[in-house]
Each structure stands twice: as C-alpha cells, then as structure tokens.
C-alpha cells in the first residue's frame, strides 16, 4: 500500500471541533473506521440508509484513492430502551410480534443487510452483535470500576461517573452543569446514581428473564452506549480513525461513548467524529405515528430502482438536512435509466484513456474530498455527460470510475439493476424452471406475481430477461 503521505488529503467536518479535518490512518497502515449500526427491531427506514450510506461515500472513496481500510459496524440486539426508557426494544417487539428476542434480531439484521445490497452500500469487515460481545463489555466495566470512572450503585446498577470525565459534552456542546437534573436522557433508578448525568453501564435485571446475563454485579444486561466503547477499541486495535453516525447520536450516545473510550485508553479514542443530518419525507420527519415512515422495498412496491435512492442522496450535502420525495425518487430514478442508456451508446466507441479524461476525475475526486461535496461533483458529471466537445470513448472511461465511487450501477443495462431482492430473484428463478419443464399455467402465473411486484418479464430464445415497470 502507498503510504498515506502520498495519497490525496479527504477532508471531513469534525462535530467536535467544529472544522474540517484530514482523515488520516493513525498506524500507517489503514484507516480505521467505525459506524453506529441499526437495532434491529424493526426495518431500517430510508432515513436510517442515509446514515448508513455516508461509511460507504467514504469508504468507495478512500479505496479509490488508495487507502486499506477496517470498518466495523455493531448491530445492537440488547440494551436500547424505548424512548420511556421503560422497555428494551428488541424485547418489546418480540411481544408484540409473539417470538423469541434473537429471533427478532436475527429478522430484522437479515433485512438490514439486504437493505444495503439493494443500495451497493459496502459491507462492514465485521458486525459484532451487543449479544455476543457481553465478555468485551464486562472488561472494559471492569476497567473503568478500577480506574474509579464508575461504580455499583445501591440498585446493583454500574454507572460511569460523569464527572470524571471533565470534557464531557466536547461532541454535543452539552455541558454536565447545565444538563439539569430530572432532564430524562437516561435511564435509572431514581437515587441510585450519584450523580444525575451519571449514565448505566451495566443494568440490573430486576424482574427481566430474557436477554440477561450473569456479571460481577449480578444478572444484568448492558446499557446501550457501552457496547460501542467496546466494539470499536476491540475490533480497532485501540484507536478509531474515523467514527460515524446520526446526528441524533451525537448525545447522548456519542458523548457517552467518547467518555468511556477516552477513560480506558487515557487519551482521544476518535480521532474525528462525522455526522449526517437527518432525512425528513415530504416535508416531515418520518414517525410511525404520522404514517410516514418509507422502506427500501417501498421504493420496490413502486417500481423505483433502489438505487435512484442513492442518487437522491447523493444529490444532496450529507451535512444538510434533507426533504426526499416521491417525486424526487422517481426523477432520479428516469436519471439513471438516462445514464445507463447513454453508456450503451458510447459503448459504440472504445473507452479512451486520456489527458482530458484523468483531469475530469480528478476534479470530482477533489469534490468528494472537500468535504465529501456530492451535489458539486453530480453537477461535474451531468455537465460531462452532455458537453459536446467531450468524445464518447472519455465519457466512457469517466463515467467508469464514477461508477466505482459512486455505486449507481451505471453499466446495467437501462431497467435492470443486479440488485433484485431474493424472494423476487427466487421467483424467476422458479419461472425459468417451470418455462424450461413446460410447465406455462406455473410459469404464467409467476409472470403476473413478478409483475404484481414491478417487474416486467420478457422471453427470447437466449432465456428470460427482465426489467422494472415504472408507474406514474
Ligand atoms: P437506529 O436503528 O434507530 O439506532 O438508527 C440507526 C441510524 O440511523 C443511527 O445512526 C441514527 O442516527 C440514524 N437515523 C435515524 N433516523 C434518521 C433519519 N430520519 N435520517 C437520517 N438518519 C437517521
Ligand atoms: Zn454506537
């Protein structure tokens, strides 16, 4: 690998320092990156995937230009309370849904990933689940009850003392004297803490059976901002490069963390701290209570390429908060179908290594690198895709790499995405079956059923071909 000297400087906005900052690999060796992952219980809205795209802008990014990366991203399966803070998550929805706690976890962790496929979002090096990690928390607890940053609270609770930690609130802004008590953003026993920002690291059961284990201070299960801590210095080595996030998580969970983090290594565990703003639909923020909450296999149902969602997403500053809408999903959407038919055209000619070429990827590299500035580089390419003095075969080779840093699949074919979702891609698969067994009641049937779900289904003699419908 080169080493970082040499390679061009990605420049990101620090939350903590409020500036931009170069994103460099603290070992020489790789960038070690750590991202908030979902808890899974339930499906990751198109919110939660703007979040979760921003990893994958940098890291299609600092691959591009040459870096190695580690990136680690936890699936929280135990320990994130309701709003209320009365009930864990996951343990509310397997009431609700009348199944077992890992059950649900293991449901909504296998749509998460299938969320990601269908958006060309770079997979994690690894996903540690809270669940499995309950050894990792237990030491670094253990650590910070010796290094006297917490203690057992007459609950049996473990808390980190908050006013060990005199930079407490450096992410947020929030300073710890002016966090008032009885503000309720954590959860406690009312008296067993001494402090009233002080925050549990370790919870005791009480009268909670499912998702608990045995500790030093009892059954117990973690509190939520612990297993980041955890994770990151485990699976990191000991230091992150770059930490990523909602801009919800920067208090308290990020604060949190950093707190724990910094105490166990006795120095800045992150060196820079990005976070996206949120996404809001048709001009409000998404609730389950407003009735608005979108899926990625809603765009799916619609017949819109999952992909024209990250388009839209790149369309806009990840720093900005952002209002998508089914308009703007469907223009991105006929956007892509118009890239994809341009390339086959110049496909007519050959892809031309060139001067002119290197200078214009180039100047959408350094874009990216500003401050990952989507929009601005997006404006470069639809300039280039239309200039009329720019050949064919220079379109090609740009907007081939393009294609690498920004994950649009533009060399599918128009109306095809290699992205289908499984049980639609099972479904022709069992219609070649039956169309190759004569089976044509079966095999029509499965036609109208694919089309149900958008998707058109042509037979030639070299096999079945398909595309998505597109409505209005
Ligand atoms: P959760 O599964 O609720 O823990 O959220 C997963 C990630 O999605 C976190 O990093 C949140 O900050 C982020 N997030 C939640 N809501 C939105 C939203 N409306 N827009 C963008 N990101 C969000
Ligand atoms: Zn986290």
């Known amino acids: 690998m080169m080493t970082t000297k040499e390679l061009p400087v990605i420049n990101l906005f620090d939350t903590k320092t409020r500036k931009l900052q170069a994103l460099k690999s603290s070992d020489g060796k790789s960038l070690r990156i750590y991202g908030c992952g979902p808890t899974v219980y339930r499906d990751a809205h198109v919110g939660n995937m703007r979040t979760f795209l921003l990893s994958d802008i940098v890291i299609r990014l600092a691959k591009y230009i040459g870096y190695e990366i580690r990136f680690i991203q936890n699936i929280t399966d135990v320990g994130h309370m309701s709003e209320d803070f009365v009930e864990d998550k996951i343990l509310a929805q397997a009431k609700a849904e009348s199944k077992d706690p890992y059950e649900i976890a293991k449901i909504y962790e296998a749509r998460f990933h299938t969320d990601l496929k269908l958006l ?14 309950i050894d990792l928390m237990h030491n670094l607890i253990n650590e910070l009850i010796k290094k006297d940053h917490a203690y057992v609270g007459s609950d049996n609770c473990v808390y980190f003392s908050a006013q060990t930690f005199p930079s407490y609130g450096a ?35 009480e009268n909670r059976t499912q998702m608990i284990w045995n500790s030093p201070w009892g059954n117990g299960f973690p509190g939520w901002h612990v297993e980041c801590s ?16 909602g801009i919800d998580l920067r208090f308290p969970h990020h604060e949190n963390e950093r707190a724990q983090s910094n105490c166990i290594i006795d120095k800045e565990a992150v060196a820079l701290w990005l976070h996206g703003e949120h996404l809001l639909f048709e001009g409000r923020k998404m609730a389950k209570s407003s009735n608005n909450v979108v899926l990625v296999s809603d765009l799916i149902a619609r017949n819109i ?13 990840y720093r900005s908060q952002m209002d998508l809408s089914w308009d703007s999903l469907k223009a991105a959407h006929q956007l892509l179908q118009r890239w994809r038919e341009k390339i086959l055209i110049w496909q ?31 404006q470069k390419i639809r300039s280039i895709e239309k200039s009329q003095s720019i050949s064919d075969g220079v379109k090609l080779e740009v907007f081939n ?4 840093l920004f994950g649009l699949d533009l060399f599918n074919p128009p109306n095809q995405s290699k992205n289908l979702p499984d049980h639609l891609n099972e479904i022709l698969i069992q219609r070649q079956k039956a169309r190759s067994e004569g089976n044509f009641s079966e095999s029509d049937r499965l036609r109208d059923l694919l089309s149900e779900n958008g998707i058109a289904v042509n037979d030639s003699k070299d096999g079945q071909t398909w595309n998505w419908l597109i409505s209005d």
């Not at 992410?171 to 549990?200: Q, V």
């Not at 955890?230 to 996030?245: I, K, T």
């Not at 790499?401 to 690498?404: G, P, T, V």
Request: glycine share 6%; net charge negative; charged share 25%.
């Open 305 to 317: 390429d999952p992909l024209a969602l990250r388009l839209c997403f790149l369309e806009n500053r």
């Open 401 to 404: 790499k393009i294609d690498k």
């Open 120 to 133: 060309n979002i770079t997979p994690a090096d690894k996903y540690p689940k809270a669940s499995e990690c």
């Open 230 to 245: 955890a994770m990151s210095l485990h699976y990191l080595n000991g230091f992150v490069d770059l930490h990523l996030g």
């Open 171 to 205: 992410i947020s802004g929030n300073r710890l004297d002016s966090l008032k008590p009885g503000h309720r953003f954590e959860y406690s026993e009312a008296g067993a803490k001494r402090f009233h920002a002080d925050w549990a690291l370790w919870k005791a059961a």
């Open 348 to 378: 007519a000619s050959d892809s031309m290594q060139s001067d002119e070429g290197e200078i214009l990827i180039s100047q959408i590299v350094a874009d990216l690198c500003d401050d990952l500035d989507t929009p601005r580089a997006l």
